[in-house]
């Protein structure tokens, strides 16, 4: 897979207001391409709402942000073309009756029919075929996911996979877009210590290559660009470059659940 050129990231004062509250406000942070950003808080803090706001997936209501030098809410729109999701969910979730080849065949026809040009379109099926094939095996090489290890292997179905298989697989289909970020939710949930250093490290390695990743988690590894969300006046972790950063973050549980039904999902 090509190297693909990181997006960076960065918000000021970005809030998102429910009609029962705020999912999150005063969020304010800057992260270069290429960065390891973790979104860490308690479930219902606004995490994910955070997610979608900087993906272009929902609207703020107050401040400011940029994804990829595209601002935000304004450029949305742009912003979904180089942010892809990995796993969230009620957005972007896996089908379990759906096998993995399934799955990734589906998104490489989806990704072929919307982003490709005009000239790729008219290309022989043959080398449109084989391009798609390159597309997965190379998005399956980097999400660390051996389909030849699963119970039967392509035909393996969704609801058979582990979770982090799953998460893998979630990672893979997002990839097969070459983002320029990468967003996943939950990404510690339901793995156990071990499984969450893998889940971590392949991370890390996405980053370390060039797409700039976004994770939300209950707990922020050390080395990453940490925003919380349900505090008040927190002071950022130093990332690996030493910089000191400044985001902080306030949510209300019920505001959250609101923002999705107040901004809508694209």
Not at 84 to 98: I, T
Not at 205 to 225: F, I, K, N, R
Request: hydrophobic residues 40%; proline residues 5%.
């Amino acid at each position: 897979m090509d190297s693909p050129h990181g997006a960076a990231v960065t918000a000021e004062g970005l809030g998102l207001k429910g009609p029962r509250g705020w999912a999150f406000r005063d969020v304010t942070f800057s992260a270069a391409p290429g960065s390891l950003i973790a979104v860490e808080g308690p479930s219902g803090s606004g995490r994910t709402c955070l997610l979608l706001a900087l993906t272009g997936r929902m609207r703020s209501t107050e401040g400011a942000a940029s994804t990829g030098g595209l601002s935000l809410p304004r450029r949305a729109a742009a912003v979904r073309r180089v942010a892809a999701l990995g796993p969230v969910p009620g957005v972007s979730e896996l089908d379990p009756a759906f096998t993995v080849a399934e799955h990734l065949r589906e998104r490489a026809l989806l990704q072929r029919r919307f982003d490709g040009s005009l000239r790729a379109l008219l290309r022989p099926r043959r080398e449109r075929v084989a391009t798609a094939g390159d597309r997965i095996d190379a998005a399956l090489k980097a999400a660390g996911l051996d389909t030849a290890t699963l119970p039967k292997a392509g035909r393996t179905s969704v609801r058979d996979l582990e979770r982090l298989e799953a998460l893998r697989l979630s990672i893979a289909l997002a990839l097969i877009g070459r983002p320029g970020l990468l967003a996943v939710d939950d990404t510690d949930l339901k793995l156990s210590d071990a499984e969450r250093a893998e889940a971590w490290e392949l991370l890390r390695h996405l980053a370390a290559a060039g797409t700039t990743v976004l994770a939300v988690c209950s707990q922020a590894p050390e080395d990453a660009v940490t925003v919380r969300t349900g505090t008040t006046g927190t002071t950022a972790r130093a990332d690996n470059t030493g910089e000191r950063l400044s985001p902080t973050a306030s949510a209300h549980d019920e505001g959250t659940a609101d923002a999705f039904a107040e901004t809508g999902r694209a």
